[in-house]
Nanobody, 122 residues
Framework: QVQLVESGGGLVQAGGSLRLSCAAS????????MGWYRQAPGKQRELVAD???????NYADSAKGRFTISRDNAKDTVYLRMNSLKPEDTGVYYC????????????????WGQGTLVTVSS
């Protein structure tokens, strides 16, 4: 019913930048919070940053000052601008959204994207 498709991952040298995008599509009535999570090799998935529909943002300590999350509500898309990347930022980045589906009642479903790999070389 609803899909999240990420793009923008890749290989970058330490100190470089990347911009991730995540577009939601399907039978969407509204989207509440959208966010980015990271899963490093051998570690649990963790929140990087999220943003509410009215633009309030929340960042992991590791992302503060280097990453910026933003969204375009008209396009149902969330972005993550990552600057000053470090090798420890390496991992699969997953998009997450709380989506109210058309005709699905007044409840939000948690939807995940398939992930995009970010590799930061030293």
């Amino acid at each position: 019913q609803v899909q999240l498709v990420e793009s923008g991952g890749g290989l970058v040298q330490a100190g470089g930048s990347l911009r991730l995008s995540c577009a939601a599509s399907g039978s969407i009535f509204s989207i509440n919070t959208m966010g980015w999570y990271r899963q490093a090799p051998g570690k649990q998935r963790e929140l990087v940053a999220d943003i509410t529909s009215d633009g309030r943002t929340n960042y992991a300590d590791s992302a503060k000052g280097r990453f910026t999350i933003s969204r375009d509500n008209a396009k149902d898309t969330v972005y993550l601008r990552m600057n000053s990347l470090k090798p420890e930022d390496t991992g699969v980045y997953y998009c997450n959204a709380a989506v109210m589906v058309r005709g699905g009642g007044y409840t939000y479903l948690e939807v995940w994207g398939q992930g995009t790999l970010v590799t930061v070389s030293s």
